[in-house]
């Protein structure tokens, strides 16, 4: 039997004033990560809205990790925390459905932490990769 | 339908390297709305603009999406192009397949897989793009500078000299910062107080400034323009305005003994105080916790011999609100605490001194007047040694030093190794170092001149451990260039301590929502492009508050950062950022739930009529947001309920249409 390279699909969302800089510090210092993971831009962590993620693992995304600023440095001074409490919420409600809590993660990564973005990314890829396809939430009528 | 456009970036090799940009502008080409695509070796510029241009113009493009760097990099500059070319600037959308595809990537496969991908996902959202104005706010001419040291000073010359009103607010009593402390200043030795306090006078006399001195910023509010501050003015139970600075208070205060800040505490100050002779303002500050009369209501003397009657002791601290359209932080540094440092027996012996304590003996206005003398018994010393990088490039110390270079150490030891020479021909001087750094306009002559001209003895080398042995200090050091163990007895140890920024510019920043990087020092907007700007718009940095610096580089970063804040000062109006939120009020339902997340208060409730299908009119309570507050945060739009918010330019259907770009 044939046995086709899993390769984990992973979706990073990432706040524009930190963790979308970290990331570009990262590719400036060219810090390498899997090309699994897909970056995009929020204006605050505060904008994902669960329906993006509930969405992205419908459409077959293994992993997604959302990125801000550090506790007390947000841009819009408190987004992050709505960010933290809304995730906390949401991630167990998906473990609670089957998704695991390995699979979805909130990183604090400021504009100057290019190593730890590029670490992160990494370290999150290894740990998805190691859970094998998300099957559980997939919508086959999703997919193309 | 819209008509999209894509336009592929080499960038030289840096893109077209790890990706097949070809590729990428064929495989875009069959996306929903496509109907150009092509590659080009540098899209940024001129050429690679009219490109876009011409293909707009030709092919009628409703939407463009560029795949090139970073949108932090380039997306103003294709948002002109495509404003220049009539389409509305809010129609472009950038894939960053530079610093997050070809420059993480190094397979050429995975590269351009990649870069598909991120150029499918900017097609999906562009084609959801509508077109967005700006709105407009107006610029309160007037500026704050943070911080009243060389740079504040600077900068708030520089801005008033444009004819803007700038107030400097200051927490010390005086301006004037560490220059004002220092003695003399590589790499020409002229005199610091020769040169800063002309320019505290300038600052005193000029009618643009106003001083805030012993004052604290409180609160930040409102955005570049239009910034509301709230100002702590602290009681300094002394009148400022009536107060003449004759001093004969501070000669009478019977309180002697209280540990002169000004001196770094080598000597003593009154209870009322001025900090130096030409302290700006020149007035009297009392120390709450120092004045018998203000802990125990007993003496009172001051009052009685003030001539001008200024001493108030029922002065309260005072809110000071104020508008302003620009803020400056010029916090600076301070040199870092040697208390973790028990090798250097910094706290066992009063000899071994930080470097800005040898700066105030050998200053004339110092706690010896000049004359250089060991702090515990006032004798002259024979044998001193300099040890540099005390908690500068530390890597295994990081609990207690610092990883970066402090940059101005091994200036200054120079400096300090040379005028103890130059005065005191008769001592011997050590300076133990891990590297001499001299890159500056004649600094490394200037060191040279301390080895050569003074026979200054420079060894390779750290010191491993100093040990107080009588009147002597033991000092054990090893010599890395002939590896040997070296033992000299010192009179004085003088330790270059690391710079670290000032302890209020954390909580500073988070009142700004400026960034910082892990050390402290506030970021700037682009490390090499806008170095005096806070990626936070309407903050700039001046000095060491952004990374350790010396005066002139200083000076030269606080007229750049005045010239910024008058470029912004001088617009009457700013456009603003139009991707803010807005309420679909057919869809709203008046909960009250994205009122309860903003953190700016932009949304109101309005009463507003509905015509019902029945012809009845219906009064509702809906959501309003105030387009000049809003920042387009969006975390009133994941509050929503009902799904009435949304963001322009970040909408629900534009990051969905990512994610499904993304997933597949």
């Known amino acids: ?144 | 339908m819209q008509r999209v456009g894509v336009f592929v970036c080499w960038c030289g090799s840096n893109i077209a390297g790890t990706v097949d940009v070809a590729a990428v502008a064929e495989a875009l080409k069959n996306e929903p709305g496509v109907v150009f695509s092509t590659d080009y070796q540098y899209m940024c510029s001129q050429a690679g603009q009219d490109i876009i241009k011409n293909a707009i113009a030709e092919h009628n493009l409703t939407g463009i999406v560029v795949c090139s760097c970073s949108p932090r990099m380039h997306e103003a500059t294709f948002r002109k192009t495509a404003a220049a070319a009539g389409l509305n600037p809010y129609m472009v959308e950038i894939a960053n397949i530079r610093e997050q595809c070809s420059w993480v990537h190094k397979d050429m496969l995975t590269g351009t897989e990649k870069a598909i991908i991120l150029g499918k996902a900017a097609v999906a959202k562009v084609n959801l793009n509508t077109p967005l104005t700006p709105g407009e706010s107006p610029v309160t001419k007037r500026a704050l500078v943070i911080g009243g040291g060389i740079a504040g000073i600077q900068t708030a010359l520089d801005i008033a000299d444009a004819g803007f009103p700038v107030d400097i607010v200051e927490k010390q009593p005086t301006i004037g910062g560490k220059m004002a402390q220092l003695d003399k200043t590589f790499p020409t030795l002229d005199c610091a107080a020769c040169i800063l306090t002309p320019k505290m006078v300038d600052v005193a006399q000029n009618e643009k400034i106003r001083i805030f001195s012993y004052s604290e910023v409180e609160e930040v509010g409102g955005f570049v323009g239009n910034f509301d501050v709230k100002i702590k003015k602290k009681a300094r139970f002394v009148k400022e305005d009536i107060c003449t600075g004759c001093g004969a208070c501070v000669e009478k205060c019977p309180m002697k003994k209280n540990p002169n800040e000004f001196n770094l505490g080598m000597d003593n100050r009154p209870a009322i105080y001025i900090p130096f002779a030409q302290a700006v303002p020149k007035v009297a500050t009392i120390d709450p916790n120092a004045c018998n009369m203000l802990k125990n209501g007993k003496c009172g003397l001051c009052a009685r011999i003030c001539a001008a009657g200024a001493i108030d002791y029922t002065q309260k601290d005072e809110i000071i609100e104020e508008k302003y359209g620009a803020i400056v932080v010029a916090t600076g540094f301070n040199p870092i605490s040697m208390e973790k440092f028990d090798e250097f027996a910094y706290n066992q012996s009063k000899d071994v001194i930080t470097s800005l304590e040898f700066e105030r003996l050998t200053n004339a206005a110092g706690p010896s007047a000049g004359k250089l003398i060991r702090p515990s018994d006032g004798k002259h010393p024979h044998t001193i040694v300099f040890v540099q990088c005390v908690g500068s490039r530390c890597d295994a110390c990081a609990e207690k030093g610092k990883e970066y270079c402090s940059k101005i150490c091994c200036m200054y030891t120079a400096k300090h190794a040379m005028l103890t020479r130059d005065k005191y021909p008769d001592t011997e001087v050590y300076v133990f170092y891990i590297d001499v750094r001299t890159p500056g306009k004649n600094f490394d002559e200037f060191y040279r001149r301390a080895v050569e001209e003074f026979g200054v003895k420079y060894i390779k080398g750290m010191v491993g451990k100093v040990t107080p042995e009588g009147d002597k200090l033991k000092v054990q050091a090893s010599d890395l260039l002939s590896n040997k163990q070296l033992h000299i007895d010192a009179d004085l140890v003088v330790l270059a301590a690391a710079i670290e920024p000032d302890k209020s510019a954390r909580p500073l920043a988070t009142m700004l929502t400026a960034s910082m990087d892990t050390n402290d020092f506030f970021t700037e907007a682009h490390p090499k492009l806008r170095p005096v700007e806070s990626p936070t718009a309407g903050v700039f940095l001046s000095g060491a508050c952004q990374g350790p610096k010396d005066i002139p580089e200083t000076v030269s970063q606080a007229g750049a950062a005045a010239s910024k804040v008058i470029g912004l000062l001088a617009k009457d109006k700013l456009t603003g950022n139009p991707c803010i939120a807005s309420s679909n009020e057919l869809m709203c339902n008046g909960c009250s739930s994205c009122e309860r997340v903003c953190p700016y208060g932009a949304i109101t409730y309005v009463d507003k009529e509905f015509r019902m299908p029945d012809r009845t009119t219906k009064i509702r309570r809906v959501a309003s947001v105030n387009p000049a507050v809003c920042q387009g945060c969006g975390a009133c739009t994941v509050a929503c309920p009902s799904g009435a918010m949304d963001l322009k330019g970040f909408a629900n259907s534009q990051i969905i249409a990512e994610v499904d770009a993304i997933c597949k």
């Open chain 1, 1 to 144: 039997m044939q046995v086709k390279e899993y390769k984990p699909l992973i979706v990073a969302f990432c706040c524009n004033w930190c963790s979308y800089a970290g990331a570009d510090l990262a590719g400036n210092n060219r810090l390498s990560y899997p090309a699994d993971v897909k970056i995009i831009r929020v204006p605050c962590s505060c904008r994902v809205n669960p329906m993006f993620i509930l969405r992205a693992f419908q459409r077959g995304a293994d992993g997604v990790i959302i990125c801000g600023c550090h506790p007390g440095d947000c841009h819009y001074t408190s987004g992050n925390y709505y960010t933290r409490r809304r995730m906390a919420a949401l991630f167990s409600m998906l473990d609670f459905l089957g998704i695991e809590k390995e699979r979805t993660r909130v990183e604090w990564v400021s504009a100057a932490e290019g190593a730890k973005f590029a670490a992160t990314m990494n370290e999150f890829a290894e740990t998805v990769a190691s859970l094998g396809e998300n099957k559980r939430l997939e919508d086959l009528r999703c997919k193309r």
